[in-house]
Every structure is written in structure tokens, then in C-alpha cells.
């Protein structure tokens, strides 16, 4: 790009900013902008998930006391973890702190994997019980007991649900965490100061709003009517 | 700063096309005019392939019985055509086009917010472009471009997964666009350049972004779901799976009502320059415009639900949105008004802007108020699904979007291309323009009202007078778009050299020389004005 601007720009200043101060603001907004879209592509998703459980509230109900809850918790605990190493790296950039803001980064990532290791469990105890909708679905020998009386049928919905939500949620992980390493290996390098640390910021929100979904999920899924 | 190594014909001073040359400085560009024309090119490439199934579609109907294709296939040609038109033209079409050009060059910034994802953008929205090109050759898809079930599920045998993937991926470059939008407004405006200084495009741009941002999303988990719903075979909208047909047209009409207010606010912004500029008076009612335009943004939301009257949803669910439906007249007829009274006493030239502008204001009419007739339960259950609403559909989205789109191109050409085109010719193309459209649409109310449905291959004898006027004006249309394709493109090179404001127009934009250098502005410009100043420059002025 052609360089117009006559003084040195400082480190980290794009072209088309007047000001380090400015770039921050146009990042925050942008990412803040960016999770409306999300809220609104997950809503989707929820909706049609509130409708089908009012529907068939029987079925979900049993699908969902088939989910292993503990797994399910440990992984709610997990990722609020992860969200506090997350901010505790943000304000790590913040004050200029390099060797904390890499280790708090490459905490959260770790706690990322640990959660998507878990749920890789839970994903494959449902083909060992063929509750897998359209791939591996034949829970009549095995797992009818559990589920709810006549809710059999639409049990699948549940489970598709359980697998759409789920999986588009640890997409976002996946994505989530080639960011973070993609900072670590920016931090390591002392890219980061306190007057530019937006990057940083930008990651955090989208990974805080990535565990807020979770926080949803879980009683959604793992909690309906209750355990008895 | 790089050095030229290329010097251009004529002695132009360094500008954003001359600047560099080769494929290569245009696939990788970050300045938002490249991406502009990127988009320009590629939107019309997808308008000529669109208006040429329509084209198929005309000639069939001259006859009863129907004149060239199966039925199947005519099924295919109005699914493809609608979502050609819609997803790859009429949607990106302002916004991506003019909207990547003049932001910027309006707020007085350098570049949009985000270049990068500006530029990525247009990838993504080639990509779905091409998923939607391979549908259409491998086979095409017959469900029509809303993709009701169970047409999308039980009974389709067509590519709707491969087609439900290029809408879902072009999707997220109109999200990236209005996300870079919004931010660009509020973060990048020039100094001095307060909200009510804006131009009223910029609020057209601000209330088309958050429409964008908002319902766009909410598309693509349902095509999401729809794709997922084809690849597993679990009923989500399916009803022979036990899903709910009715929830998939919610929430398609979430989105696609909205869309098309995404279609016709940028037009709307566009037309309030041009009337201004080509009337020398500031716009009537500024503020009131202005917030019409977000207005009809947020009570677009909310009336999905008049595409459903007849679906068995709950009267009292069609009785709220009937009266939304007809909330959202009031700002539409807001603006027609005070575009009509800043008419009054101007000083009026007929530009070939001007008569695209003025076009648009009697089409659009014609087709909000036919919009009245179906947003009313009753007339609705008469008309839904006959060729009055496609009549409807095209005066908004034709009559409206894209004569506003043409006169939007055909006023800011000579800033884009830095050379003017022969106006008499532009004339001419707009007046046949609107000669062709009313006479192909206008017939199609008529049809429409005594009975004829839409999306059937035959019709009755008694229709075919009407069915080859449609024809007839079709044809004429298509001359009237084939003409400015032609001196558009002859004018790049042998139009005469443009200056910076060859209109008198008021805004930043035309501070600047035509066509603009990289960097926009050599400096940051101050605004110290209001918008539309016209009065006041010409009595300092001449």
C-alpha cells in the first residue's frame, strides 16, 4: 500500500487510521458487531430447538437423561477456566507483562483442548450406543429402556439438536483456538503493548462469547426435568 | 510509496486504477474502489446470467401451452433465475458496488475499516457464486429461490444441497460487508462530519448494514439446518420426518423479508442524492429521511409473517402482522413525499441520473401501495401466489432497486470511471428502461388479479394476450439494460475525460478528482457544513 502519511506511524497502525487510538476502537466495535451476528446465527438454532422441545417435550427429556452429566459439568467448569486465563491474559498485554500474557494464553488453549477432548468422549459414547441421528441411530436394543415412553421417534430430533448445537459450538473452539495460538506466537515476539493489545482483546471477546453459548448449552441439554 | 513504472497514455495524475496494472493488483487489492469494481464486474456477470433464464422464461409463456422448455426445466429456470437475481445481484448490488465505493470517499476516510476483510468479502462471495454456477449446470434445482419444504426435502430431487451452500457461503460476505460498514460509519467519519451532516446514502448504507448484520445470519442456520437435515435424514422441516415446514418458513422470512429492504434502502439512499443534486435543493425533511431509513430497517423485522397468511398460522399471529405490514408504508411513504417536495420549486435538470431517480419514485410507489393490497388478510388470500405478487415483487425490486442502482451508477460513473458517457444515449436506455418494465409488469397485475398462479409452466388461452405483452416488454427491457452495458464500457475508453464534480453535486466524494487517487484525499478533508448545501453555494457561489 502506498504510505501517505508523511510522520512514522506508530507499530501496529494501519493505513487507513488516523490513530492507534481510533484502530482500537474500529477493532472492539467490529468484534462486537461481529458476536450480534453470532447471537443471531446461534439463535436460529435455539429457536428451532425451543420449538421442538415444546413439541416434543417427552422426548427430550429422555434423550437428555441419557447425556452424561458429569462430563457435561466438568466441561461447564472447564471453560469457565478458560474464560478466567483468558482475561487474565488480556490484562496481561494491557500492562505490557510478555512472559505472563504467552503462559495465560497457552493456558486457555490447553483448557480448550481439554474440553474438546471431553466432549470427543461423549461423541463417541453416543455411536457406541447408536444414538447417532442419520449416521448410526438404532437405540431400540440398547438405550429404549432410558428413553421417555413413545418418544422414540422424535428422540432423533433431540439428538440432532444435541449434535448440531454441540458441533457448530466446538467449531467455534477449533476456530477459537488457531486464534489463540496465532497470538501466542505474536506475543512471544513482544508485538503486544499497552497501547496495542487489541488483537488480544478482539480473541477474548469471541472466546468469552464462545463459552457464554456453552453456558446455554448445558442446562439446555443436560438439564431438562430434572434428574432423578 | 512506489515508484510509476508505468506510465499511462495521457498525462492523468496518479489515480486508484492507474496506479497499478496487471492481474495481480487487481486479485489482491485492499482499496475498497478495486473491491468496488470486483464486484461490479462480477454482479453483472451474475445479472446477464440471471436476466437470461428470465429471458428463457418470457419466450416459453408466449404461448399457452408453453412455447420452448419441459416443465421441469421451467421450474428450474424461475428457482435459478430468482436466486441468481436475489443472492448474487439485487443484494450485493449497492451495497457492494456503490456502497464499497463511496463510504469511504463520503465519510472522508482512506479505506473502509477492515480492507482485508473487505477483500475477503468478495472471495467468499465468488465462492458461493460458483457452488450456485455448478448447481445450475449439474442439474439446476426446481424448489423456487424461498426453498419451502418438503419441495427442499421429500421431494427434491435436484441440487438443492450444492445451491443451499453458495447461498449459505455468499451470506457471510454480506454479514462481512455491513459488520465493515457500521464500523466505518461510526468510527471513521472525517472531521466535522457529524450524523445529520451525513448524506442520506450513508444512512441508507448504516440501516441496509444493520439488516444485514442482524437477519443474514439467522439465514444461514436455517439453510444450515436444511443442509444438515438433506446429508442426515432427521426431520427438522421435513414434515415426512416429522419436522415442521411451517418453522422453516419463519425462519426464512426472517431473513428474506428483510432482504428486501436490503435491496431497495440502498436504492432509496441513492435517490435521495441524485433528487437533491439534480433538483439544487437541500432534501426536504433531512432528519426525517434519514430515520425513516432505520425505521423501515427495524419494522422490517418484524412482518415476516405476511408471507404466511395462508399457511395456517394463527389469525391472530396474521392479524399483528398485516398491521405491522402496514406500519412499514408510513416511512416509505415519508420518504416518497419529501422526495416529492424537495422537487417542488428546484431548479430540475433531466440527467440520465435524474431519470432513473424520478423512475424509481413513481415505480416504487406503484409497488408499495400494490404491497398494501397484500399485506391486507383478505385481498391476500385472493392474490397469494398468483403473478400479482410477482408484479408486486418486481416493481420493488426491479422497478425499484435496480433503476435505483442504474441511476446510482450511471450518476457516480464519472467519478468511478473518470470519463463522462453520451447522455443523450443514457437518456434514451433509461426512457426505454422504463417503458420496457411497465409494459412486461403492469400485464402481470392484471393476470395476477383475474387468477393466473405463478411458477406454472401452462396457463389458460384466455391469458395469452397478456402474456405476450410481458413478452413483448421484456425484450424491450432487455435493450434498455444492453444499451448503458455498452456505453458504460465504451465511455472507459472513449468517453470525455470527466472532472472532479461534473454534476455541481454537494459531499466529499466530489472533492476529490475523478477518479480518486488511492489515498482518497491528499488530506483529510473538514466538513463544516450540512449536507445538500445547495442553496447556500449557489448564493456564494454563481
Known amino acids: 500500500m502506498p504510505e501517505v502519511e508523511a510522520h512514522t506511524q506508530p507499530a501496529g497502525l494501519a493505513h487507513q487510521f488516523g490513530d492507534l487510538e481510533q484502530q482500537q476502537g474500529a477493532a472492539t466495535l467490529g468484534i462486537w458487531v461481529f458476536l450480534v451476528t453470532e447471537i443471531m446465527f446461534f439463535g436460529g438454532l435455539f429457536a428451532s430447538y425451543a420449538i421442538y422441545r415444546w413439541l416434543y417435550f417427552a422426548a427430550f427429556e429422555g434423550g437428555s437423561h441419557i447425556l452424561d452429566i458429569r462430563l457435561g459439568a466438568s466441561n461447564t467448569i472447564d471453560l469457565l477456566a478458560s474464560s478466567l486465563t483468558m482475561a487474565l491474559s488480556v490484562r496481561s498485554a494491557q500492562t505490557g507483562n510478555r512472559k505472563a500474557t504467552v503462559a495465560f494464553l497457552i493456558a486457555t488453549v490447553i483448557l480448550g483442548g481439554i474440553f474438546l477432548g471431553i466432549k470427543a468422549v461423549e461423541y463417541d459414547q453416543k455411536f457406541v450406543e447408536h444414538i447417532v441421528p442419520g449416521l448410526d441411530w438404532s437405540p431400540e436394543g440398547n438405550i429404549l429402556a432410558r428413553l421417555a415412553p413413545g418418544g422414540l421417534e422424535h428422540a432423533q430430533i433431540y439428538f440432532f439438536f444435541y449434535f448440531a448445537m454441540t458441533g457448530l459450538h466446538a467449531t467455534h473452539m477449533i476456530v477459537g483456538m488457531g486464534l489463540l495460538l496465532w497470538l501466542v506466537l505474536r506475543a512471544r515476539k513482544g508485538i503486544f503493548t499497552p497501547s496495542y493489545f487489541a488483537p488480544v482483546e478482539v480473541v477474548g471477546l469471541y472466546w468469552h462469547f464462545v463459552d457464554i453459548v456453552w453456558i446455554f448449552l448445558f442446562p439446555l441439554l443436560y438439564l431438562i426435568g430434572g434428574r432423578y | 510509496m512506489s515508484t510509476a513504472t508505468l506510465e499511462p497514455r495521457v498525462h492523468a495524475p496518479r489515480n486508484y486504477l492507474n496506479a497499478d496494472y496487471g492481474i495481480r493488483s487487481w486479485l489482491f487489492t485492499l482499496d475498497h474502489k478495486r473491491i468496488a469494481l470486483l464486484y461490479l464486474v462480477s454482479i453483472t456477470f451474475f445479472f446477464v446470467i440471471g436476466g437470461s433464464f428470465a429471458v428463457l422464461m418470457r419466450i416459453h409463456l408466449t404461448e399457452p401451452q408453453g412455447a420452448l422448455v419441459q416443465p421441469e426445466t421451467y421450474n428450474k429456470l424461475f428457482t435459478l433465475h430468482g436466486i441468481v437475481m436475489i443472492f448474487f445481484f439485487l443484494i450485493p448490488s449497492i451495497p457492494a458496488v456503490l456502497g464499497n465505493f463511496l463510504v469511504p470517499l463520503m465519510i472522508g476516510a482512506r479505506d473502509l475499516a477492515f480492507p482485508r476483510l473487505n477483500l475477503l468479502s468478495w472471495y467468499i462471495f465468488i465462492v458461493g457464486g460458483l457452488f450456485t454456477l455448478y448447481s445450475a449446470i449439474g442439474g439446476g434445482v426446481d424448489t423456487g429461490w424461498t426453498f419451502y419444504t418438503p419441495y427442499s426435502s421429500t421431494y427434491s430431487n435436484t441440487q438443492v444441497t450444492a445451491v443451499a451452500v453458495g447461498v449459505f457461503i455468499t451470506g457471510f460476505s454480506s454479514i462481512l460487508t ?12 472525517a472531521p466535522g462530519l457529524t450524523w445529520f451532516r451525513m448524506p442520506l446514502f450513508l444512512w441508507a448504507m448504516y440501516a441496509t448494514s444493520i439488516i444485514m448484520t442482524l437477519g443474514t445470519p439467522v439465514l444461514a442456520i436455517t439453510i444450515f439446518l436444511l443442509a444438515l437435515e438433506h446429508l442426515f435424514h432427521v426431520g427438522i422441516f421435513s414434515p415426512a420426518l416429522g419436522g415442521d415446514p411451517l418453522l422453516f418458513q419463519h425462519l426464512f422470512w426472517f431473513y428474506s423479508h428483510p432482504a428486501v429492504y436490503i435491496m431497495i434502502l440502498p436504492a432509496m439512499g441513492v435517490v435521495s442524492e441524485i433528487i437533491a443534486c439534480f433538483a439544487r435543493k437541500r432534501i426536504f425533511g433531512y432528519k426525517v429521511v434519514g430515520f425513516s431509513s432505520v425505521a423501515i430497517a427495524v419494522l422490517g423485522f418484524l412482518v415476516w409473517g405476511h408471507h404466511m397468511f395462508v399457511t395456517g398460522q394463527s389469525v391472530y399471529a396474521g392479524l399483528i402482522f398485516s398491521l405491522l405490514s402496514f406500519l412499514v408504508a408510513i416511512p416509505s411513504a415519508i420518504k416518497v413525499f419529501n422526495w416529492t417536495s424537495t422537487l417542488y420549486k428546484g431548479s430540475i435538470s433531466y440527467d440520465a441520473p435524474m431519470l432513473y431517480a424520478l423512475g424509481f419514485i413513481g ?27 410477482v408484479a408486486h415483487f418486481h416493481y420493488i425490486m426491479v422497478g425499484g432497486a435496480v433503476m435505483g442502482y442504474l441511476g446510482g451508477i450511471h450518476f457516480w460513473w464519472p467519478k468511478i470511471s473518470g470519463r463522462k458517457y453520451p447522455n443523450a444515449w443514457a437518456a434514451l436506455a433509461a426512457a426505454i428502461v422504463f417503458v420496457g418494465f411497465n409494459l412486461t409488469f403492469f400485464p402481470q397485475f392484471i393476470l395476477g388479479y383475474l387468477g393466473m398462479p405463478r411458477r406454472y409452466a401452462f396457463y389458460p388461452a384466455e391469458f395469452q394476450v397478456l402474456n405476450v405483452m410481458s413478452s413483448a416488454g421484456a425484450t424491450i427491457l432487455g435493450v434498455g439494460y444492453l444499451i448503458p452495458l455498452i456505453y458504460l464500457i465504451w465511455s472507459m475508453r472513449y468517453g470525455p475525460v470527466a472532472e472532479p464534480n461534473p454534476w455541481g453535486a454537494t459531499g466529499l466524494e466530489w472533492k476529490t478528482p475523478s477518479p480518486p ?8 478533508p473538514v466538513v463544516e457544513e450540512e449536507a445538500y448545501a445547495y442553496s447556500a453555494e449557489e448564493t456564494a457561489g454563481a
Request: avoid cysteine; proline fraction near 2%.
Open chain 2, 178 to 189: 455491513g459488520l465493515n460498514f457500521i464500523v466505518t460509519i461510526h468510527k471513521m467519519r
Open chain 2, 363 to 389: 415505480l416504487f410507489t406503484m409497488g408499495g401501495l400494490t404491497g398494501l393490497f397484500l399485506a391486507s388478510l383478505a385481498t391476500d388470500v385472493h392474490l397469494n401466489g398468483t403473478y400479482f405478487i
Open chain 2, 517 to 524: 487517487p488511492t489515498e482518497n484525499f491528499a488530506e483529510i
